[in-house]
């Protein structure tokens, strides 16, 4: 992608493409005297190529620290699952009126509860969840997936799909856990979907929502529950690992990102989309923009079904042009309360043109240097990190007729002063 071309590629656009000039007028000219252009004023619509930098980054950060784990089941296309540790589980409780705690023989009504996330969920009437125990050497992530095995079943939940709502706790076995109680085991939990057609997300320890045990060491219902919070040993000698290690998703089968040379939004690991805009100032500066649409042609994503969409939700780019990283200043976006530019939903096998509405971020840009600040969208996915719905487009690379466009209708701003 070379900015200096497409930046120079611009310059005739600017100037040939002013279409339907005269041919609207504002019907009102009430309100804040700025947008006062005059009685029927005229409004010119530009169609423009100003993307002058397309990319597509990924989304997620290092390993283990992902806000939400991912469970996913689709068949040939997907296979994703939760892995939860819990390497301290206590062997001792206290009994009521004893001031000492004493060893825990019995272990009864043992459950893991995790949070659910819904955003971008497919789930099957009923869903079954299974829970394994995952322990072992601190294996890697292939032999990690080869420890779900039948005889490490420890727990599933049978839920109706309309059930599946906030939180979802899986009976686990008791006598595991007594075991793992008596003889200082560790618990590491592994969560997986048995249905195809099953996506759904699940809290994160980095939320403060993560997953936790509850079980019950005596069946004297005065002394509650015993709670039992995510932890991990392991990395040995590493706390920013070992503690990022208390859950993460394994990702065993996940679908091809879509082409390099397009832009892609969502998808598993998610991607985001950073564009970069080249507008003339003059536009920006001195015109009252009516309306901005940004006009994507989209690559159908055939990999995934009918029910797959994408929330497409553009963000105004608010990194310093001293950001070389892009991956970094894709993260750098206006808060969209300040910024508020409406989400598109997507549906990713189809094709086609699709329109966003920006002219806020054209207002935004008012207020930004181009210089110190670039004029950038980022597109991310409402469901970022919970989905494997991927939207594609094709980008500035792509034939002309399939690139990325701006429609501008605007007015010349009027000075007033005494007739």
Same mark, same amino acid.
């Given at each position: 992608?070379?900015?200096?071309?497409?930046?120079?590629?611009?310059? *005739?656009?600017?100037?040939?493409?002013?279409?339907?000039?005269?041919?609207?007028?504002l019907?009102?000219? @009430? $309100?804040?005297?700025?947008?006062?252009?005059?009685? #029927?004023?005229?409004?010119?619509?530009?169609? !423009? %190529?100003?993307?002058? +930098?397309?990319?597509?980054?990924?989304? @997620?950060?290092?390993?283990?620290?992902?806000?939400?784990?991912?469970?996913g089941?689709? $068949?040939?296309?997907?296979?994703?699952?939760? &892995?939860?540790r819990?390497?301290?589980? *206590?062997?001792r409780?206290?009994?009521?009126?004893?001031?000492?705690?004493?060893?825990?023989?019995?272990?009864?009504?043992a459950?893991? =509860?995790?949070?659910?996330?819904?955003?971008?969920?497919?789930?099957?009437?009923?869903?079954?969840?299974?829970?394994?125990?995952?322990?072992?050497?601190?294996?890697?992530?292939?032999?990690?997936?080869?420890?779900?095995?039948?005889?490490?079943?420890? #727990?599933?939940?049978?839920?109706?799909?309309?059930?599946?709502?906030?939180?979802l706790?899986?009976?686990?076995?008791?006598?595991?856990?007594?075991?793992?109680?008596?003889?200082?085991?560790r618990?590491?939990?592994?969560?997986?979907?048995?249905?195809?057609?099953?996506?759904?997300? !699940?809290?994160?320890?980095e939320?403060?929502?993560?997953?936790?045990?509850?079980?019950?060491?005596?069946?004297?219902?005065?002394?509650?529950?015993?709670?039992?919070?995510?932890?991990?040993?392991?990395?040995?000698?590493?706390?920013?690992?070992?503690?990022?290690?208390?859950?993460? =998703?394994?990702?065993?089968?996940?679908?091809?990102?879509?082409?390099?040379?397009?832009?892609?939004?969502?998808?598993? *690991?998610?991607?985001?989309?950073?564009l970069?805009?080249? !507008?003339?100032?003059?536009?920006?500066?001195?015109?009252?923009?009516?309306?901005?649409?940004?006009? +994507?042609?989209? &690559?159908?994503?055939?990999? +995934? #079904?009918?029910?797959?969409?994408?929330?497409?939700?553009?963000?105004?780019?608010?990194?310093?042009?001293?950001?070389?990283?892009?991956?970094?200043?894709?993260r750098?976006?206006?808060?969209?309360?300040?910024?508020?530019?409406?989400?598109?939903?997507?549906?990713?096998?189809?094709? $086609?043109?699709?329109?966003? %509405?920006?002219?806020?971020?054209?207002?935004?840009?008012?207020?930004?240097? @181009?210089?110190?600040?670039?004029?950038? +969208?980022?597109?991310?996915? #409402?469901?970022?990190?919970?989905?494997? @719905? %991927?939207?594609?487009?094709?980008?500035?690379?792509?034939?002309?007729?399939?690139?990325?466009?701006?429609?501008?209708?605007?007015?010349?701003?009027?000075?007033?002063?005494? *007739?």
């Amino acid at each position: 992608m070379n900015a200096i071309r497409r930046i120079a590629s611009l310059l *005739p656009l600017f100037t040939l493409v002013i279409a339907g000039a005269c041919t609207e007028k504002l019907n009102s000219i @009430a $309100g804040c005297p700025d947008l006062c252009t005059g009685q #029927g004023a005229p409004i010119q619509t530009l169609i !423009i %190529e100003p993307v002058t +930098l397309d990319t597509t980054v990924t989304a @997620a950060g290092e390993f283990a620290t992902e806000a939400f784990l991912f469970v996913g089941n689709r $068949g040939d296309t997907v296979d994703t699952r939760a &892995i939860v540790r819990f390497d301290t589980v *206590p062997s001792r409780y206290a009994k009521s009126n004893i001031t000492d705690s004493v060893d825990i023989t019995t272990v009864d009504s043992a459950f893991i =509860t995790v949070r659910i996330d819904r955003r971008g969920s497919i789930v099957p009437n009923p869903v079954i969840i299974d829970a394994y125990d995952v322990d072992g050497t601190d294996p890697t992530q292939t032999d990690v997936a080869a420890l779900f095995t039948a005889s490490r079943l420890i #727990g599933t939940r049978t839920i109706a799909k309309d059930s599946l709502k906030d939180s979802l706790r899986i009976p686990i076995s008791n006598a595991v856990l007594l075991d793992k109680a008596r003889n200082r085991k560790r618990l590491r939990v592994g969560i997986k979907a048995r249905n195809a057609s099953t996506q759904f997300g !699940i809290f994160a320890t980095e939320t403060g929502a993560g997953a936790h045990v509850t079980f019950r060491a005596t069946t004297d219902t005065a002394i509650r529950a015993l709670v039992v919070l995510p932890k991990s040993g392991t990395p040995v000698n590493d706390v920013a690992k070992s503690t990022a290690f208390q859950d993460y =998703t394994l990702a065993v089968k996940v679908p091809a990102p879509g082409p390099a040379s397009g832009i892609n939004v969502g998808g598993y *690991p998610a991607r985001l989309a950073y564009l970069r805009f080249t !507008i003339p100032q003059g536009i920006v500066d001195s015109s009252i923009v009516v309306r901005a649409r940004l006009i +994507l042609t989209q &690559i159908p994503n055939t990999q +995934l #079904g009918l029910a797959d969409t994408v929330t497409l939700i553009p963000l105004v780019g608010a990194a310093a042009g001293t950001v070389s990283d892009i991956s970094r200043a894709a993260r750098i976006t206006l808060d969209r309360n300040v910024a508020l530019i409406d989400s598109v939903l997507v549906p990713v096998r189809e094709s $086609g043109l699709r329109r966003i %509405e920006i002219a806020v971020a054209l207002q935004a840009w008012r207020l930004q240097s @181009a210089t110190t600040s670039p004029h950038v +969208l980022v597109l991310r996915s #409402g469901a970022e990190g919970v989905s494997i @719905a %991927e939207a594609r487009f094709y980008s500035m690379e792509a034939a002309p007729n399939l690139r990325p466009r701006l429609e501008i209708s605007y007015t010349p701003r009027t000075s007033f002063g005494r *007739p």
